[in-house]
Each structure stands twice: as structure tokens, then as C-alpha cells.
Antibody, heavy 122, light 108 residues
Framework: QVQVVQSGPEVKKPGASVKVSCTASGYTFTDYYIHWVRQAPGQGLEWMGWINPNNGGTELAQKFQDRVTMTRDTSISTAFMELSSLRSDDTAVYYC???????????????WGQGTLVTVSS | SYVLTQPPSVSVAPGKTASITCGGNNIGSKSVHWYQQRPGQAPVLVIYYDTDRPSGIPERFSGSNSGHTATLTISRVEAGDEADYYCQVWDSSSDHYVFGTGTKVTVL
């Protein structure tokens, strides 16, 4: 079935970087945007950006433009999100989500990963 | 930046109808998507492009969008509908997605 599966939980120290993976199966990886969304404990959803797996193009939320890198490896149908210069307020569950209909701006997020808890603590 | 405002909470008795609003400046000109998030779980898309339901989502879930308010309506509410609900739009002026503040639905 169509799914995206994320890497496991991470514990990092302030100032470090974390790289979360999102592996797709059951569909053609390059046909749909992958979005990244995070949720701090007890808080709402926050969009971080998207990657177009076909050409590697990205669009990042302004808040994350200097700290987030989104990449993909089409040979293993996997997207990656790397967040650098970690702070305590980066502690959150990070989700990847596949777009609903393809590579259209404004599309919904249809297939979600299970989430990856990233804890930043000294 | 574009702001979406939702009521923090809505309470509803089983079998009744819950309406969750999402306010935004001229939101009727945008496409609105709605997500359900049960505790400890990933969000689930329940309505997209204002009124469409993904496969597997019950017909009890419906959406509307006009003027400055979009609405998610849950008919014949069940205990399993208890969750947080988020609206979402794409802001074409910034090329960025925006989520609403979220509404906790409690089934009495």
C-alpha cells in the first residue's frame, strides 16, 4: 500500500544537527511533493517546507531558510530533512507527508509518516 | 503573513452535529484542507479542496468555504471523532502553507 515511513527518534545536544529520513513505497516517488511539518509538545502543526523529488527543488518556510536542508535520493525513494544549529525549542515531532495529487502548489497533504521525535537537550 | 483562526475547543453530544470554523481574510478565495489528529497519532486528511473527501473518510465529514470563514461539519458525531482538527491553506502571496491554530473536539 501507499505509505511513507520515517526514521527513528533522535536525541541531540544544542548546536548539533539532525537528519530525518522519509522512505516512500507503493507509488512513484518522483510524482509527488514531500512536505515536512513539525509539532512541538502540546502545540499545533507548523509547515517547514517541501521538496520536489523529481528535480530536487525545494521551498522552505521563511523561518527555516537558514537552518533546514531538504534533499532526496531517488534510488532509494527517500527524502531527507536536515535541521542544523539545534536549540531546545526545536524539540518536536517531525512529520513527512506526501502530497495528495502530485506537484501542484496548494495541494493537500495526504499520506503522512508516523512522525520522528527529535529531542534537543544538553 | 496569512493567519487562520480556529476556536480552541468545541463540545458536542454523540449523535449531534459539530461545526468547526476556520477564519481568514477572504479565505473563500483559497482552497482549504482539513486534518484530524487523534492523541499520539499523525494527522489524517479528512477534507481537501474545501469539500472533497479522501477515500475512506465517512460521509459524515463535510466542508464549506465562503467569504472569510471555512467550516468543517461532522454529522452524527461518534466517540471516535474526538480529536484535534486543523484547517490549512496555501498562501499564494508567500508560496507558503499555513495551518490554523487547531480545535479540540470533545464528545460529551
Amino acid at each position: 500500500q501507499v505509505q511513507v515511513v520515517q526514521s527513528g527518534p533522535e536525541v541531540k545536544k544544542p548546536g548539533a544537527s539532525v537528519k530525518v529520513s522519509c522512505t516512500a513505497s507503493g507509488y512513484t516517488f518522483t510524482d509527488y511533493y514531500i512536505h515536512w511539518v513539525r509539532q512541538a509538545p502540546g502545540q499545533g502543526l507548523e509547515w517547514m517546507g517541501w521538496i520536489n523529488p523529481n528535480n530536487g527543488g525545494t521551498e522552505l518556510a521563511q523561518k527555516f531558510q537558514d537552518r533546514v536542508t531538504m534533499t532526496r535520493d531517488t534510488s532509494i525513494s527517500t527524502a531527507f530533512m536536515e535541521l542544523s544549529s539545534l536549540r531546545s525549542d526545536d524539540t518536536a515531532v517531525y512529520y513527512c507527508a506526501r502530497a495528495a495529487t502530485g506537484t501542484t502548489d496548494g495541494d493537500a497533504f495526504h499520506i503522512w509518516g508516523q512522525g520522528t521525535l527529535v529531542t534537543v537537550s544538553s | 503573513s496569512y493567519v487562520l483562526t480556529q476556536p480552541p475547543s468545541v463540545s458536542v453530544a454523540p449523535g449531534k452535529t459539530a461545526s468547526i470554523t476556520c477564519g481568514g481574510n477572504n479565505i473563500g478565495s483559497k482552497s482549504v484542507h482539513w486534518y484530524q489528529q487523534r492523541p499520539g497519532q499523525a494527522p489524517v486528511l479528512v477534507i481537501y479542496y474545501d469539500t472533497d473527501r479522501p477515500s475512506g473518510i465517512p460521509e459524515r465529514f463535510s466542508g464549506s468555504n465562503s467569504g472569510h470563514t471555512a467550516t468543517l461539519t461532522i454529522s452524527r458525531v461518534e466517540a471516535g471523532d474526538e480529536a484535534d482538527y486543523y484547517c490549512q491553506v496555501w498562501d499564494s502571496s508567500s508560496d507558503h502553507y499555513v495551518f490554523g491554530t487547531g480545535t479540540k473536539v470533545t464528545v460529551l
